[in-house]
């Protein structure tokens, strides 16, 4: 196989993850259908199922959206019975962000969904060969990250070289 034949559509890591990546999202969106919540307030329950009680600004940090958005958005899955905010313990003047029962529920019928992935997984190569495609997940993950930083960085500097003519942004 050429260098170039690996890039074909279906061929080649990306293509697998790709394909894997779709299949799981895709049982996990069967959950969120017929709850009426657009992508962005999905990611903003999907930050608080890793990680409930985090700031505005740490939902904010965590999903790429302003505070404004982020805010907005809240309003939203508040007024839906999604999440609840409450005072944080510590600092009176800042308010976290937990699940609702609502919220609650639909993590918990994500991780049931999830977890029957990884046992059919695990079922299928045994548990040294799961563990083992675990860790070189894992590290292929840090790979691309270190490859998105890369190009975010390049893509800046190519931007600070060649900057705007006059009257553009």
């Avoid at 700031?55 to 965590?62: D, G, I, N, T």
Wanted: glycine share 10%; proline share 3%; charged share 25%.
């Amino acid at each position: 196989m050429t260098t170039d034949e690996r890039w074909l559509p279906g061929e080649g890591i990306p293509q697998t993850l790709s394909s894997l990546i779709h299949l799981v999202e895709k049982r996990i969106r069967c959950h969120f259908r017929g709850t009426g919540l657009h992508w962005g307030l999905r990611r903003i329950l999907q930050r608080l199922f890793i990680q409930d009680g985090m700031s505005q600004v740490e939902l904010s940090a965590a999903t790429g959206s302003s505070e404004a958005s982020i805010s907005n958005m809240l309003k939203h899955l508040v007024s839906g019975g999604w999440v609840e905010r409450r005072q944080d313990e510590y600092d009176y003047r800042m308010w976290r962000v937990y699940l609702a029962d609502k919220g609650v529920a639909l993590r918990d019928a994500i991780a049931g969904e999830l977890g029957q992935i990884d046992d059919a997984v695990r079922s299928e190569l045994g548990e040294a060969d799961a563990q083992t495609l675990e860790s070189l997940l894992e590290r292929a993950g840090a790979a691309f990250r270190a490859i998105t930083r890369d190009q975010g960085e390049a893509r800046f500097q190519s931007l600070a070289e060649h900057p705007s003519p006059p009257g553009e942004l």
